[in-house]
T-cell receptor, first 112, second 115 residues
């Protein structure tokens, strides 16, 4: 089966700094990767995804990097804002997008 | 707003009872997924339906069942409830059935509390 782990349960950053949240997965056959943001009392909100044929993808203020050699995924948030405070999950899928395996989540705290 | 609607938002019941959670997917989405989120287990995939048919199964207990109706809304039925079933239950939807990778969009969940 697949296991997904995050390197840090909590990350504190200053407003305006860049944030990097890391994720490791176990199955080398995993081919689809997603980052979600979950605010208190809400469901996971889709941020960005990347397929295994890519190693980098950029969105608005966010970048996802995929290193298939070491089975590592990271989410970079530029110019972190107070509204970015939330729990961030990576999720991984193997052989089609049916079943997502989620990591344990990193709580991002933005200090003013 | 993800466009996925879940009702009710909160549910309080007793052990041994049965409850039904409801999900309406985003307009145009054919797949519905159910997840359970608890403090000790994190987010766990339960089951997926695509256009009315069961497509994939995860760690779903035999006491739990789901279905997707012709109008594409879905219901998750939980029976013989135990204290350990207390959790957040999320529904997600996506356009396709999973043959090509697509993001799943989540509702805001139903918080189930078993007393």
């Amino acid at each position: 089966g697949e296991s997904v782990g995050l390197h840090l349960p909590t990350l504190s950053v200053q407003e305006g700094d860049n944030s990097i949240i890391n994720c490791a997965y176990s199955n080398s056959a995993s081919d689809y990767f997603i980052w979600y943001k979950q605010e208190s009392g809400k469901g996971p909100q889709f941020i960005i995804d990347i397929r295994s044929n890519m190693d980098k993808r950029q969105g608005q203020r966010v970048t996802v990097l995929l290193n298939k050699t070491v089975k590592h995924l990271s989410l970079q948030i530029a110019a972190t804002q107070p509204g970015d405070s939330a729990v961030y999950f990576c999720a991984v899928s193997t052989g089609g997008g049916n079943k997502l395996t989620f990591g344990t989540g990193t709580q991002l705290k933005v200090e003013l | 707003d993800s466009g996925v609607t879940q009702t009710p938002k909160h549910l309080i019941t007793a052990t041994g009872q049965r409850v039904t959670l409801r999900c309406s997917p985003r307009s145009g989405d054919l797949s519905v997924y159910w997840y359970q989120q608890s403090l000790d287990q994190g987010l766990q995939f339960l089951i997926q339906y695509y256009n009315g048919e069961e497509r994939a199964k995860g760690n779903i207990l035999e006491r739990f069942s789901a279905q997707q109706f012709p109008d594409l809304h879905s219901e998750l039925n939980l029976s013989s409830l135990e204290l350990g079933d207390s959790a957040l239950y999320f529904c997600a939807s996506s356009v396709g059935g999973g043959s090509s990778n697509q993001p799943q969009h989540f509702g805001d969940g139903t918080r189930l509390s078993i007393l």
